[in-house]
């Protein structure tokens, strides 16, 4: 089988699947704009051809960048296939654009799409905080016609797959039957509890055992709660004299509305509160290689994931594998993962005090917790486990993809 990748930077969330596919045997190859591709699978970079149009009109501007990309996409799908490649598969990320022509460059292929969101201007991310909330018919309309890329990619897929049902339920259910929900998935072998864990993180040595508040994600910004969890800092440190907290992510914006001009969400937070802590038992390091990552999530005596209606983080399943406690948002992406009680806490996105006295609760009784370590772990492990779950689901749809049946 010929199996073709398409993703703008690869291998994006590919990184497991594409490499289990060439070692079975089947011919690997990928498309991508950026990133450092896979040993032993050829990879075509392509480039646009141009840039976006000056003064295009704002609620269509984001829809074009998208058809330049697939544009480029499409020329060196056109390259490959004049060399003599025809992918039975084509798996790709259609978010950037890149799947808009493929079917017309080999309508007989099979095309798998990842959807990972469909955007709503009412009822999900973009209304959810009033703080940050634009209910303007400009900003509305905008959301309606940032998705447009994707109502295409849905219309050409032959068959989607979502890593939550969340997100699934996003998209509008006239597609649904042909959306299966499969994670990612997670190496529980790797993220896995360690009691000998140590890290070294500024002036501190920190090990398993010590309270370690952590709170991690890609960039630090409203969408994924960072000012919530920036607030609810001062009650936590005064209630928790010894307590250090670790505060993963970088200054760069990932989802969500940008800061005023000069400024990150990352300062403006910090100085909110930072009258009112000790700023030397407040860490900030950054972004951070794998394995010191994986070190402070073994290192937690209680991990706090806060996230807006949108997509589920990969750091709230590792935290959960890691064995950490976790104290996430009662927000429908987390509600999918963590029942209160059971193998985690829930509060709600915006009571900071309630955020507060679970953190401080859980510091100050960490043996009444210890059993929510051991259900996230088993959580993790059951319904996450890249190798003995979502692997095999991912390629059993390939498989089922290739031969028709779906």
Not at 25 to 45: C, F, K, N, S, Y
Not at 166 to 187: E, K, N
Not at 236 to 260: F, H, K, T
């Amino acid at each position: 089988m010929n199996v073709l990748f398409v993703h703008q930077n690869f291998p994006g969330q590919f990184k497991h699947l594409a490499p289990a596919l060439a070692k079975a045997g089947h011919q690997v190859r990928a498309l991508a704009i950026d990133g450092a591709g896979l040993p032993g699978i050829e990879m075509l970079r392509y480039r646009p051809a141009r840039g976006s149009t000056a003064n295009m009109h704002p609620w269509a501007a984001d829809f074009e960048t998208k058809v330049i990309r697939g544009e480029a996409c499409a020329a060196a799908a056109v390259r490959l296939k004049d060399a003599g490649f025809m992918p039975d598969v084509i798996v790709t990320n259609p978010g950037w654009g890149e799947s808009l022509f493929l079917k017309d460059v080999w309508p007989q292929a099979r095309l798998l799409a990842l959807i990972e969101f469909f955007y709503a201007a009412r009822g999900l991310d973009c209304d959810f905080d009033p703080e940050f909330a634009q209910s303007t018919l400009a900003n509305d309309a905008r959301v309606r016609t940032k998705n447009a890329n994707m109502l295409l990619a849905l219309a050409s897929m032959d068959h989607g797959v979502c890593p939550t049902a969340f997100q699934r339920g996003t998209v509008p259910a006239v597609f649904h039957d042909r959306l299966s929900v499969i994670f990612d998935g997670i190496d529980t072998h790797v993220v896995r509890p360690d009691a000998s864990a140590v890290l070294r993180a500024g002036n501190h040595t920190l090990r398993a055992g010590d309270e370690i508040v952590t709170f991690v994600n890609r960039n630090l910004e409203p969408m994924r709660g960072y000012h919530v969890f920036m607030r609810a800092l001062p009650e936590i440190l005064r209630a928790r004299p010894n307590a250090v907290v670790i505060i993963l992510g970088g200054d760069e914006v990932s989802y969500g509305a940008s800061p005023p001009a000069g400024k990150t969400w990352k300062q403006i937070f910090l100085d909110e509160v930072k009258e009112r802590v000790d700023l030397s038992r407040v860490i900030f390091p950054g972004r951070i290689p794998y394995a010191d990552y994986l070190r402070v999530l073994q290192v937690s005596a209680c991990h706090v994931y806060l996230t807006v209606p949108f997509v589920l983080g990969w750091s709230c399943i590792e935290a959960m594998s890691a064995g950490c406690v976790v104290v996430g948002s009662a927000t429908p992406p987390v509600q999918e993962v963590i029942e209160h009680g059971k193998n985690g806490l829930l509060v709600d996105f915006f009571d900071v005090t309630g955020l507060a006295n679970a953190v401080v609760g859980v510091l100050a009784n960490p043996a009444a917790y210890a059993h929510l370590r051991t259900a996230a772990r088993a959580t993790a492990v059951a319904r996450y486990d890249l190798a003995t779950v979502c692997l095999p689901q991912q390629l059993q749809l390939i498989d089922r993809l290739a031969a028709g049946s779906l």
